[in-house]
């Protein structure tokens, strides 16, 4: 899972020079999308000790407290509809977390990321009027079809639930950080609704993950969890959008279902069959297509 904003403002030659300058956009960009789901693999070793809810408290709060240090957001000055924007923005951040993380906990993670895609997917189709954009869509849908597998038997449903669930939190996720991005400087924004989120995941995290979420091996795992699902991909992609435009970008993050599924063969040992992996294709090949959209919004995430 990455974030990043859309939309980000080119200040010029100097910017495109960064202290990644001389790594190209595309290299940018699919580092991030390695960063995210090499996280989430490391997050799966989690789930024995502390639970998904213990392992995604321990990602959002150790972001959060990142996050903080960076842009210091501040509450003071800010009317009540963006306080209740930055809300509504933590609670979708919250849920996409949970439920994705849930989900994970029930499916393959190339399964899951795959599932999870329809949310941006759907956002970046919605209000076309394009034919060609219905095309997307049966694409992605025959592929969601063949991962439930149904009638198969062999499929954790209420994993694919909750996958498709993280999914529609995603969607609104993207559409909370744009309008977020407009309202605060920065990434405060994004700050704040991180520590709304926190606050959100606290129960759920301490319910499952108790006191063994302060062992010192737990929070080194989660900080490098924290580092690799949030920190890094959001500094890679944000470096890539000042240099690609927002389709080329979005078509590249569509090879996320992809890469989530050679990390979580090489990672977890999670061995997907042909069924999985064709529709893990139809769906890569739906949100390529839908980016390369007029207006699409490029798929982020936390």
């Not at 999870?116 to 997917?121: A, W």
């Not at 991005?181 to 926190?198: D, E, H, K, T």
């Not at 949030?230 to 569509?254: C, D, N």
């Not at 063969?265 to 999670?270: D, Q, R």
């Amino acid at each position: 899972m990455s974030t990043t904003g859309a939309g980000v403002a080119d200040s010029g030659t100097g910017a495109r020079r960064g202290a990644a300058g001389p790594v190209p956009s595309p290299v940018l960009v699919l580092g991030a999308v390695a960063s995210v789901q090499t996280g989430a693999s490391l997050a799966k070793s989690l789930f024995d000790q502390v639970g998904p809810g213990g392992t995604v408290l321990l990602r959002v709060l150790l972001a959060a407290v990142v996050l903080a240090a960076i842009w210091r957001p501040a509450l003071r000055g800010r009317t009540r509809s963006e306080l209740w924007l930055v809300f509504w923005f933590g609670l979708s951040l919250a849920g996409m977390n949970f439920a994705f993380y849930s989900a994970l906990d029930r499916i393959p993670l190339g399964v899951a990321v795959t599932l999870e895609f329809v949310g941006p997917l759907g956002v970046a189709v919605a209000g076309s009027r394009r034919a060609l954009d219905l095309l997307w869509v049966v694409l992605a849908g025959a592929g969601i079809v063949l991962l439930a597998d149904l009638g198969g038997g062999d499929t954790d449903m209420a994993g694919v639930a909750l996958a498709l669930l993280a999914g529609g939190f995603w969607a609104g996720y993207i559409v909370l950080s744009a309008r977020t991005g407009q309202a605060f400087p920065g990434g405060s924004g994004l700050s704040l609704a991180m520590i709304v989120a926190s606050a959100v995941l606290l129960p759920f995290g301490i319910a499952q993950g108790g006191a063994e979420l302060l062992e010192p091996a737990v929070l080194g795992v989660g900080l490098g969890v924290a580092m690799l699902s949030s920190a890094i991909p959001y500094s890679l992609e944000l470096e890539a959008l000042r240099r690609l435009p927002a389709r080329v970008f979005g078509v590249l993050m569509s090879l996320e279902p992809a890469m989530a599924t050679l990390a979580g063969f090489v990672v977890l040992g999670e061995v997907l069959g042909a069924r999985e992996i064709a529709a893990v294709g139809l769906v890569v090949v739906a949100s390529a297509g839908a980016a390369r959209s007029p207006g699409a919004t490029p798929p982020m995430r936390d």
